[in-house]
């Protein structure tokens, strides 16, 4: 039987010597997709380009506000800065191509350096609103504290409390009001009342629905420069009147004006005079003894009209500026006799904007009850006492970036603004609209 | 390349290197204000870091291509293109500040995945399968001579069944007719019939078993199988004919070898066309990025 040899010969003569000499599949189509995939990519990304679409190069997506230039990279990336050109080459993002769109006032004449558009406000990120700068922009001067203001290095852990609830500082308000008497059920003009925070504090874009305790007589405009964020100053035509009203005699109906003193002299005088014309017979008529008016004369001798109206207004007077005025209004009587008899009324001085460096609007917050944030509210008798929330009840919400689920954003942008708008001036556009759109 | 002690000093150098780049990565960003990091001085370092490793790391395929150039040793450069490759993870994500960007910057980071991750799998197996290959495959030869050495297996086999029946002619004994493709026993059935049986396995089993390279469904493809199959033979054909039966038993194993050692090969050099040629593409693309981040930064 014929056997089988594996003699080194044999064996030997298996292989083709010249094998490596020959491309195998694996090896030809290893090379065939080592070429064809490089290719391919780039001839992607350069017909994209060939069309006119740079959004394959660009590091990341363009913001909201920019998005519509986006195809026309020319208009920030330019050759020039501070008018030198630069090489061909570069095509860096100028302060002068976001100058020629933007009006940026500076932020303070003391800066320590005016940092570049671009190093704060950050395109082809991730950001959709270029406002929402990184905190690091302002803390990398204020972190170290600067002149009149505390080092600040993030929020809330590292900011200082808020400037209106540090140390003594005190409401500079001068008209008396007892928040926690107010949050009773309380005497209405009809019965007994339970009055809302929005019975007088509203926003002006809340201002226009009915006032529940305004004045029947007399609505006041809101005012047109007034923060759309913040509450309006409470104000007694609005707030105050239906309750608070200043009558001065029972037999008439009308109230005072809430005015300056010479004001509401004059529209006693006048409304006495009218009154005795009306009624002659009122002169032979006793005095009402049973008002208890301080300092009142007991005179009951009314001869002339003339002394009815001068008896009758002293006493008005007096029930107004030492009784009604008094029970919310500081009245200074020191002077009085140089201002023929009239009292001054101390300015009412309500704040309107708590935090003088901070911006802050109610309207994102509308889903939170009024006292989940002012708590001090409800115990506060005090004109004196200071409502702002702490920064402490801030935090609650506004402890980390937005993007963290469960968390609200705690950027400096979220209050503080950098420019200076206050130096805003007029600005002229020198774009077309066919140099932007395409 | 299999990774053994000889190769912690690539390993130390490779570690201390990635914390070097994340002390600089944690110092640059502590610092960092605002915007996209990669072209902050930090960033551009990484990211020029980065390049180079990728230009080296494509220099590789160049390397094997011209095995005698005196640029260093074979295994250095596969050391260092085994351990700095794992290098240019932190420093693809320390440039990018572990955001994904847009356009190149985004498919070019997917492909440095690709790659990376094809490449820890390419040096997985070949720790492991050389080794497993050198216990379970015997006959191993060049993978790319297998279809020669198969065919020089067939031909062996046919030798030997040739033999048997060459034997029996030698003896006046015509054992039977070829029809088609079975036999037909023309000599006394009881002499004859068990070496038609055995040229019916030869031609209907082994025959196309050692012609086809893998034959997964042939019986002959598992061992044990195989076994069963020459035992019954051993059965049927007189002792004089065990012999080659055995020869026959022996080129079947070999054979089995061989589909062994396309199977390994294959699993040991899959990843490398996924690997290489996206490296290619990722070379090509973050030379395009470079460029166009330096134009408009």
């Keep these: ?438 | 390349m299999r990774i053994d002690k000889t190769h912690r000093g690539w390993a130390i150098a490779t570690a201390l290197l990635i914390l070097l780049a994340t002390l600089i990565y944690v110092f640059a960003i502590s610092r960092h204000v605002s915007g996209a990091f990669g072209g902050t001085w930090a960033g551009l370092l990484f990211g020029t870091a980065g390049l180079a490793l990728i230009i080296f790391h494509n220099l590789l395929s160049l390397r094997k291509k011209f095995p005698t150039w005196r640029i260093g040793r074979s295994q250095t450069w596969m050391r260092a293109h085994l351990w700095l490759g794992i290098l240019l993870i932190p420093l693809v994500l320390y440039h990018a500040s572990f955001t994904l960007g847009g356009g190149i910057s985004k498919v070019a980071f997917w492909l440095t995945a690709a790659v990376i991750f094809s490449g820890i799998l390419g040096a997985a197996l070949q720790h492991v399968l050389p080794r497993l290959m050198t216990q379970r495959v015997p006959f191993e030869t060049i993978y790319d001579q297998i279809d020669r050495v198969q065919a020089q297996l067939l031909k062996e086999a046919d030798e030997l069944i040739g033999g048997v029946e060459s034997e029996a002619a030698k003896n006046g004994l015509l054992l039977f007719k070829n029809e088609g493709s079975g036999a037909t026993a023309v000599a006394d059935p009881e002499v004859a019939a068990p070496f038609a049986e055995l040229r019916n396995i030869y031609q209907g089993r082994i025959r196309p078993f050692l012609q086809k390279r893998g034959d997964y469904g042939n019986p002959l493809y598992q061992r044990r199988n195989a076994k069963g199959v020459f035992f019954r033979l051993r059965k049927l054909v007189p002792a004089e004919v065990h012999e080659v039966l055995d020869d026959l038993e022996n080129i079947c194993e070999e054979k089995r070898d061989l589909d062994r050692q396309s199977r390994m090969h294959r699993a040991l050099h899959a990843w490398l066309l996924v690997h290489v040629p996206l490296s290619y593409a990722l070379l090509a693309l973050v030379v395009i990025h470079a460029v166009i981040a330096l134009r408009y930064m």
């Design chain 1, 1 to 438: 039987m014929v056997r089988r040899t594996r003699s080194a010969k044999r064996l030997g003569t298996r292989h083709d010597l010249n094998y490596f000499k020959h491309w195998t599949a694996a090896r030809k189509w290893r090379l065939a997709v080592s070429v064809s995939l490089p290719v391919v990519l780039v001839a992607w990304f350069l017909t994209g380009l060939g069309r006119g679409d740079s959004s394959g190069f660009t590091p990341g997506p363009m913001s909201h506000s920019h998005a519509f230039i986006g195809k026309k990279c020319e208009s920030c990336h330019a050759f020039k800065v501070e008018g030198i050109a630069l090489m061909k080459f570069r095509k860096k993002v100028t302060d002068e191509a976001c100058l020629e769109c933007h009006q940026a006032p500076a932020h303070k004449s003391n800066q320590a350096f005016t940092p570049g558009c671009s190093s704060c406000h950050s395109e082809h990120t991730a950001s959709q609103d270029l406002r929402h700068v990184a905190s690091g922009n302002c803390t990398q001067c204020h972190a170290a504290g600067v002149p009149h203001f505390q080092p600040v290095t993030g929020f809330p852990s590292k900011h200082p409390e808020f400037r209106p609830l540090q140390d003594s500082f005190r409401d500079p308000g001068t008209v008396a009001l007892n928040h926690t008497v107010h949050l009773k059920p309380i005497q209405g003009p009809a019965g007994m009342v339970q009055l809302e925070c929005a019975d007088c504090h509203r926003t002006p874009v809340d201002a226009s629905a009915g006032w529940r305790f305004a004045s029947a007589t007399t609505s006041p405009a809101v005012p047109k420069d007034s923060p759309s964020g913040l509450m309006l100053p409470v104000n007694y035509e609005r707030n105050c009147a239906a309750c608070h009203q200043l009558q001065f005699d029972s037999r008439f109906s009308a109230s005072a004006p809430h005015q300056e003193p010479a004001a509401v002299r004059k529209f006693i005088l006048t409304t006495y005079r009218e009154y005795i014309t009306a009624n002659p017979n009122e002169l032979r008529n006793k005095r009402n003894v049973l008002r208890l008016i301080p300092a009142a004369n007991a005179d009951p001798a009314l001869r002339t009209p003339e002394q009815f109206v001068a008896t009758q207004s002293r006493d008005a007077e007096q029930l107004l500026w030492r009784k009604t005025c008094k029970e919310c209004h500081q009245i200074d009587f020191s002077q009085s006799e140089q201002r023929q008899g009239l009292p001054r009324v101390l300015p009412a001085q309500i704040t309107t904007k708590w935090l003088a460096h901070a911006s802050f609007d109610h309207a994102p917050h509308a889903a939170l009850s009024c006292v989940s944030c002012h708590v001090k509210t409800q115990t506060s008798v005090e004109t004196s006492e200071v409502l702002v929330p702490s920064i402490k009840t801030c935090a609650a919400c506004h402890k980390d970036s937005v993007q963290l689920e469960g968390r609200a954003e705690n950027g400096c942008f979220e209050c503080h603004q950098y420019h200076d708008w206050s130096q805003r001036k007029p600005f002229v556009g020198k774009k077309s609209i066919s140099q932007l759109a395409r």
